[in-house]
């Protein structure tokens, strides 16, 4: 099947995805999602080290590779690489996630290809960055998170350095290359030119550590870990009602009024502990306590009633059931429906940002390993009988 696009927004642009594992793919997802015709270059099956995610048949690896098309080439072959080659002659984006030194290796790094295809835009996403003391090191998610600062700000103080529970270096770098791409494409409209970038896990993560950075390079502040309360606006954060844990926020002198009428304790307002903002910080811990006490007489559900209608944000930590049954959720549209042909029905998350006139949908499932190997190669020219010789040597 031809490309089959997600969107009418990207659908003119082809991307030749050479990423595996997750920052890359998930680069590459986002521009399969709005359009975009993203090929995956994939080793063939005899040569195929653990480059997925939880196997091709499993629910990540669903979830990342959906709406793109795959080919298998060998890249340890002349004619692999000149394949890939002519692939991304023709094409608009290129997205790699190797070890810095390897694209150069194989002669597909961006001045090499930038010769056939000058409007070429090609995106390198790294551990570390492509130059510099640490850009041959291995990189991975959690690495990031401690090097970028994250661990050191999460978790509840005195238990040490905590990840986060998703790999968010690997997709806030995905998700920077993807706005990269479409910068440099936008660029391209008026200089005629394409470009070469680059990100990493590492500058995403520091870049995502967002007013923790600001603390330190204009206040001189080191933050520590602040456990499930907010580091500067109090009281926010995870209290516990009679039946369980909610969060809520108070953000201001007004909000923290509101607050306090609701709770019954309009007494705060006045008390020189609590009245204004360094007070309630320097007496958090008795003030959280105090929260917590008088929550304990109602149930959740009655709090986050109360609060919400009173203009205090709150609401409730739900699990991943808790999450897609949540009525909102469930009208927002979050969850999108697909048929793949080797797993039948799938239900997966849908992009997070509504286009009104050109949206995002999954029109297709994530392919098998070369699925569209030959489709692909004849769209290149190639006929039956170059297809017969490239699969008996193992180009493809």
């Not at 499993?58 to 080439?73: A, E, M, P, V, W």
């Not at 007494?267 to 204004?276: K, P």
């Not at 769209?379 to 193992?394: I, Q």
């Amino acid at each position: 099947m031809p490309h089959l696009p997600a969107s009418t927004a990207l659908q003119r642009f082809r991307v030749i995805d050479l990423t595996q594992v997750r920052a890359g793919p998930t680069c590459c997802r986002q521009l399969a999602d709005w359009g975009a015709d993203v090929i995956q270059v994939q080793m063939p099956e005899h040569m195929r080290g653990d480059d997925t995610l939880g196997g091709q048949d499993g629910s990540d690896y669903q979830y990342t590779h959906r709406n793109k098309r795959s080919i298998t080439l060998d890249l340890k072959q002349d004619e692999g690489i000149a394949t890939l080659k002519r692939l991304i002659a023709g094409a608009d984006v290129v997205v790699e996630n190797f070890r810095p030194d390897v694209k150069f290796r194989l002669g597909i790094d961006y001045e090499a290809l930038a010769a056939d295809n000058p409007g070429l835009v090609y995106a390198s996403i790294s551990g570390f960055g492509q130059t510099g003391p640490l850009a041959t090191r291995p990189g991975f998610d959690q690495i990031a998170q401690g090097m970028g600062g994250l661990m050191s700000v999460t978790g509840i103080p005195g238990d040490g350095p905590v990840r986060v529970g998703i790999p968010i270096a690997d997709l806030c770098a995905g998700i920077f290359a993807a706005q990269g791409i479409l910068v440099a494409l936008l660029e391209r409209e008026t200089s005629g030119k394409g470009q070469f970038l680059h990100t990493s896990l590492l500058e995403s993560m520091v870049y995502m550590m967002d007013f923790q950075t600001s603390r330190y390079l204009i206040d001189g502040e080191v933050a520590s870990q602040a456990g499930n309360y907010h580091p500067t606006s109090i009281p926010t954060g995870v209290y516990k009602a009679r039946d369980g844990y909610m969060n809520i926020a108070v953000f201001g002198s007004k909000i923290w009024e509101r607050f306090c009428n609701i709770l019954g304790a309009p007494e705060w307002i006045a008390d020189g502990r609590y009245h204004d903002k360094l007070g309630r910080s320097v007496n958090r811990d008795a003030l959280n306590a105090e929260i917590n006490r008088r929550l304990a007489e109602h149930d959740r559900s009655h709090w986050i009633q109360q609060f919400n209608e009173g203009g205090v944000a709150c609401g409730e930590i739900n699990d991943m059931r808790g999450v897609f049954a949540e009525p909102q959720i469930q009208h927002l549209g979050m969850v999108k429906e697909v048929v793949s042909k080797w797993q039948g029905p799938q239900r997966l998350v849908g992009q997070p940002v509504q286009l009104e006139r050109t949206p995002s949908t999954v029109a297709r499932a994530a392919p098998r390993r070369g699925e569209h190997s030959e489709e692909i190669l004849r769209e290149l020219g190639l006929g039956t009988e170059d297809l017969t010789r490239m699969k008996a040597a193992g180009v493809y």
